[in-house]
């Protein structure tokens, strides 16, 4: 809670609900977006209901769901949310302008630069720490759905069998969206707020109510989400509930407090970076959770049926609070931590890079992230955390597993291993600066720093050396491959006539 009278508590969306803000003695953005999406859950509702794809046309749905998108986002922020429109037609220029051989970095670099225009403009010249709903969280997913699709169009036509020229053009005319439908993808009204990101092809797939990643008949395909999007409504209002009553409990700044440092036993200085950094995970479990129910809610999320025959709406979600808390090793909880986040680095960095990649994978996330040095630092340490724990399962696991009783012994201590050295991984991006983040660290006299780079150089870590055809070769080329099978017979079919 900013101090009163400061900048940070202003908005530049509407002030209509001024007067609920003041009530609830919170900001008036996070009043804003609270309320958005509630109504864009009702709308979600709506939208299945009244517009279902039996009985209404993808141009209708598009239409619509760009234009209550971009309403929200008005309601939000104001005219900046005309940043978002900008950066999709910029982007959309490119595509349309340049080759499809090198569209995908142009449109990455593009997008990320603006993108970071407006986060150092945000921060070092509007309001340095503002921590509230700001309008750059938006742009962040608007920036993963304008590479992936770029990513996307790049890798279905550089890796599908050619079948000439004209079909090739035919190929790129399919796959290449309209305006319309570029704007709806990034824009619309259940994932402008909070995300989160998903792929084109499951996207379009929902509106024009066509499932493209599964054969299944229609029927099965709309099953009623209702009871998923309450279990997940109510789990994410339980979170907000936790975290509007615990955070001001165990304040992340008492970590580097003096008379804390000084005063406080060293185990119950850990003991203190545990519960105060797990008090701040609640709210992202609430945005996330609630965004995903959004979705669910439209009839967007399905993702098949589990083996006992219920239906899974897990197809955008985010993140699994259980195995995240409960999680044995680092790469678990990243794995389960902004899960479509870790899916967009994959496939635009990790899969691609060359060398080091996961270095440049963490890199490429600071950046994506904001312009604040906190974030650095939290993504540099997080290198060094995954290798040390990455040496640590290589070599030291299998010495586990001989019994149940040594594996439980093995989980219990990663356990805590990994919840402790998250929280030092993450405490600079809740701290932001760099002063206060190294005087926690020089409080720790930077001993996991230290201990992870003498792991990672002692215990060896078997490379994979794939061959160059494996490394190039993404799940999105192979799923684009898969939604095309049709298109390449029917092109074999027209090669042999001729």
């Known amino acids: 809670m900013a101090d009163d009278g400061a900048p940070s508590t202003a908005c530049t969306g509407s002030s209509l609900l001024q007067p609920l803000s003041e009530l609830t003695d919170l900001p008036l953005d996070q009043v804003n977006f609270v309320a958005c999406q509630l109504c864009a859950l009702i709308s979600a509702f709506w939208f299945r209901l009244f517009l279902h794809p039996s009985k209404t046309s993808p141009i209708i749905r598009h239409v619509v769901a760009t234009l209550l998108g971009l309403y929200f986002a008005m309601f939000c922020f104001g005219w900046y949310a005309l940043h978002f429109l900008v950066q999709s037609g910029l982007t959309y220029g490119i595509m349309i302008l340049t080759g499809v051989e090198h569209m995908h970095k142009y449109c990455l670099v593009v997008a990320l630069t603006y993108l970071s225009l407006c986060q150092i403009t945000r921060v070092y010249v509007f309001d340095y720490g503002m921590y509230t709903a700001d309008f750059t969280g938006p742009m962040m997913v608007i ?75 229609l029927n099965e395909y709309y099953v009623s989400p209702q009871m998923e999007v309450v279990r997940k409504v109510t789990t994410s209002f339980f979170c907000l509930l936790v975290f509007l009553s615990v955070c001001k409990v165990f304040p992340v700044e008492r970590n580097i407090d ?132 990455r040496a640590v399962r290589h070599n030291v696991r299998p010495y586990f597993l001989h019994s149940s009783v040594h594996k439980l012994v093995y989980d219990v201590i990663t356990w805590a291993a990994t919840q402790i050295a998250i929280c030092y991984t993450v405490i600079p991006f809740v701290l932001l600066s760099v002063g206060p983040s190294m005087k926690f660290y020089s409080s720790w006299y930077f001993s996991l720093h230290i201990g992870c780079i003498l792991v990672a150089f002692v215990l060896p870590v078997k490379r994979r050396n794939l061959p160059l055809k494996d490394q190039q070769k993404s799940p999105v080329q192979e799923s684009l491959q898969r939604h095309l099978e049709a298109t390449d017979r029917t092109c074999s079919q027209k090669a042999k006539t001729t």
Not at 157 to 166: F, T, Y
Not at 168 to 180: A, G, H, I, K, V
Not at 189 to 195: E, H, Q, R, S, Y
Not at 204 to 209: A, D, M, T, V
């Open 258 to 389: 003096d008379n804390f440092i000084a005063n406080t036993p060293f185990y119950a200085q850990v003991v203190y970076l545990y519960l105060s950094m797990l008090t701040t995970r609640p709210k992202y479990y609430f945005v996330w959770t609630l965004a995903d129910a959004i979705n669910n809610a439209a009839g967007f999320g399905f993702n098949g049926y589990d083996s006992d025959g219920s239906a899974r709406w897990d197809l955008i979600s985010n993140l699994r609070i259980l195995k995240i808390e409960f999680a044995t090793s680092f790469k678990v909880f990243l794995d389960n931590w902004n899960i479509q986040t870790a899916h967009w680095l994959k496939r635009v960095c990790y899969e691609r890079c060359p060398y080091h990649p996961t270095a440049a994978t963490f890199i490429l996330s600071a950046m994506w992230h904001g312009a604040y040095p906190g974030y650095y630092l939290t993504f540099l340490t997080g290198i060094v955390i995954t290798l040390a724990a």
């Open 143 to 217: 920036t993963q759905k304008i590479t992936s699709l770029a990513f996307e169009i790049h890798d279905g036509v550089a890796n599908r069998k050619h079948c000439g020229e004209m079909v090739l053009t035919l190929y790129l005319f399919r796959r290449m969206p309209s305006l319309l439908e570029y704007f709806s993808y990034n824009c619309n009204f259940m994932g402008i707020l909070a995300g989160p990101t998903c792929s084109y092809n499951d996207y379009i797939g929902f509106i024009e109510g066509a499932p493209r990643r599964y054969i299944l008949n």
